[in-house]
């Protein structure tokens, strides 16, 4: 296969975004990496999504020493748990090998199945996230009236599904923007309150095949995307958004909704139920105001 890799710095250095688009006897390929730093484990997350049906794969884990990066993960493979191997290697400013290895022997061996040789272009294409005039309207715009810059005010329960009534005020900024040719949606969230700062990324994905977008985030102090993602779409202008986790060692049901959208407002939540759905006690409520000079963006 031949193609083009465009990366770039996001959330002010803490990561970056690759977008990878090649053609070869097999067909077409489009690829989305999304590189996250843990300031904790001094480890890197690497984050692959395919164009096919818009989701994350398990995220490989590693770190660069001595000019060689090398990042691990154990998946399922033809129904067996394997280990995963990706490394960078043969770095020069110009250049540099991508290789990824599986093994079905704990690490014993390897047998590389991807090899790329990447050259680097000297003329660097603008940052891509146009939508092509052909591309199906059919839920991938639903995300495009958040484009652009936000005032945000947050509301957050202090001690959810305690019977708490202490709730916290921030104020910040959020910078949403559209990647991959319109099948993602990354948002940079600056906001800060009586508790500190807080930094947030979310990345968005579309699911071309069941018309749903997934909903996945990080935080400045942890670097790695929450799992799992939280997965639904839009009807008569309201979005809602499902996933279950473990809260305080429970299963729960999370609700995230976004409604009273408006070309210059717009409201979003985050609900707990910890009874299947019958209750719901909102902790997260988020009340955004565009801001009309575009001149402040996030990196």
Same mark, same amino acid.
């Given at each position: 296969?031949e193609?083009?890799?465009?990366?770039?710095?996001?959330w002010?250095?803490?990561?970056?975004?690759e977008?990878i688009?090649?053609?070869g006897?097999?067909?077409?390929?489009?690829?989305?990496?999304?590189?996250?730093?843990?300031p904790?484990?001094?480890?890197?997350?690497?984050n692959?999504?395919?164009?096919?049906?818009?989701?994350? &794969?398990?995220?490989?884990?590693?770190?660069f020493? *001595? %000019? =060689?990066?090398e990042?691990?993960?154990q +998946? /399922?493979?033809?129904g067996r748990?394997?280990?995963?191997r990706?490394?960078?290697?043969?770095?020069?400013?110009?250049?540099?090998?991508f290789?990824?290895a599986?093994?079905?022997?704990?690490g014993?061996?390897?047998e590389p199945n991807?090899?790329a040789?990447l050259?680097r272009?000297?003329q660097?294409?603008t940052?891509?996230?146009?939508?092509?005039?052909?591309a199906e309207?059919?839920?991938?715009?639903?995300?495009?009236?958040n484009?652009?810059t936000?005032?945000?005010?947050?509301?957050?329960?202090?001690?959810p599904?305690?019977?708490?009534?202490?709730?916290i005020?921030?104020? &910040?900024t959020?910078?949403?923007?559209?990647i991959? *040719? %319109? =099948?993602a949606?990354l948002?940079?969230? +600056? /906001?800060?309150?009586p508790?500190?700062?807080l930094?947030?990324?979310?990345?968005?994905?579309y699911?071309?095949?069941?018309h749903?977008?997934s909903?996945?985030f990080?935080t400045s102090n942890?670097?790695?995307?929450?799992t799992?993602?939280?997965?639904g779409e839009?009807?008569?202008?309201?979005?809602?958004?499902?996933?279950?986790?473990?809260?305080?060692?429970r299963?729960?049901?999370?609700?995230?909704?976004?409604?009273?959208?408006?070309?210059?407002?717009?409201?979003?939540e985050?609900?707990f139920?910890?009874?299947?759905?019958?209750?719901w006690e909102?902790?997260?409520i988020?009340?955004?105001?565009?801001?009309?000079d575009?001149?402040?963006?996030?990196?």
């Open positions: 296969m193609g083009t890799v465009v990366v770039r710095k996001v002010d250095g803490r990561a970056q975004l977008e688009e090649a053609d006897s097999a067909g077409h390929f489009e690829g989305l990496t999304l590189f996250l730093y843990n904790q484990s001094r480890q890197w997350s690497l692959l999504a395919n164009s096919d049906d818009g989701s994350l &794969g398990q995220p490989s884990v590693g770190e020493k *001595n %000019g =060689r990066g990042f691990f993960d +998946e /399922s493979f033809n748990a394997i280990l995963v990706i490394v960078w290697s043969d770095i020069t400013p110009d250049s540099h090998r290789e990824q599986f093994s079905d022997d704990g014993k061996t390897w991807f090899v040789m050259t272009e000297k660097v294409a940052e891509t996230g146009a939508q092509p005039a052909s309207l059919d839920g991938r715009n639903d995300f495009d009236f484009l652009g936000w005032k945000e005010h947050t509301s957050r329960l202090q001690h599904l305690t019977g708490s009534t202490t709730w005020e921030m104020d &910040g959020s910078v949403f923007r559209k991959w *040719n %319109g =099948r949606q948002v940079e969230l +600056e /906001s800060d309150g508790n500190g700062h930094e947030l990324l979310s990345l968005r994905l699911n071309p095949r069941a749903q977008w909903l996945t990080a942890v670097g790695v995307l929450g799992p993602p939280t997965i839009f009807k008569n202008g309201r979005g809602q958004f499902y996933d279950q986790e473990l809260f305080n060692g299963a729960i049901w999370v609700r995230f909704t976004i409604f009273e959208i408006t070309p210059d407002s717009a409201q979003s985050q609900a139920s910890n009874d299947g759905g019958k209750t909102t902790n997260w988020n009340k955004y105001r565009r801001v009309k575009e001149s402040h963006r996030a990196h």
